[in-house]
């Protein structure tokens, strides 16, 4: 019986060469690089694409937003208390970015109280600040609600000359800072 069952196994025909299983024209080594460049290259792209994403947008000076939304005022043409507050509203964040001045998170009474306002401006600004702020106050609390174009007009372009002067001022001061500063390197 044994030798039976030995009989019954049939006798399998000798096995393939390896090189017969392998895949025509491909070496493994081609396949590896293959994927190895393909995994580089998306860890490539997700790092630009994540790289893009945090590059700050550029940021706009203190001037060029305060031009900016005097420019959107002019073509709103509010009511001369709307126009008053924005303009005051405006005139104040322009202070409050250009020269850490704290005007804007004050009321017009705190801010003409305080002796060190508009102190971080140039001396030849400051009145024409005062000034403009000072009409501005009194037209947001006069309840005025006609819309008044031509003072209007004069009111925006009274702020912004007043922001032109004041940044031209201080590009005059901080050249001349620059220029005592090498005179005084040199000697």
């Not at 000359?161 to 040199?186: C, D, N, P, R």
């Amino acid at each position: 019986m044994p030798t039976e069952i030995l009989e019954s196994i049939p006798v399998l025909e000798e096995g393939l060469p390896a090189e017969a299983l392998e895949p025509a024209g491909l070496s493994p080594w081609l396949l590896w690089g293959g994927l190895l460049g393909t995994l580089l290259l998306a860890a490539g792209l997700l790092y630009y694409i994540i790289r893009a994403k945090r590059r700050p947008a550029p940021k706009t000076t203190p001037e060029e937003t305060a031009l900016k939304k005097l420019d959107e005022l002019r073509t709103a043409q509010p009511d001369t208390r709307a126009c008053s507050l924005a303009l005051s509203l405006i005139l104040r964040e322009y202070l409050c970015g250009k020269t850490q001045d704290p005007a804007l998170y004050e009321t017009h009474e705190e801010f003409s109280q305080r002796l060190d306002a508009l102190s971080t401006i140039p001396r030849d600004c400051q009145y024409n600040v005062r000034k403009i702020l000072e009409k501005l106050a009194e037209l947001k609390y006069a309840g005025i609600q006609a819309n008044e174009a031509e003072l209007n007009a004069t009111l925006i372009t009274e702020t912004e000359e007043t922001i032109l002067q004041i940044h031209e001022a201080q590009q005059l001061e901080e050249a001349a800072a620059k220029e005592l500063a090498k005179v005084k390197k040199l000697s």
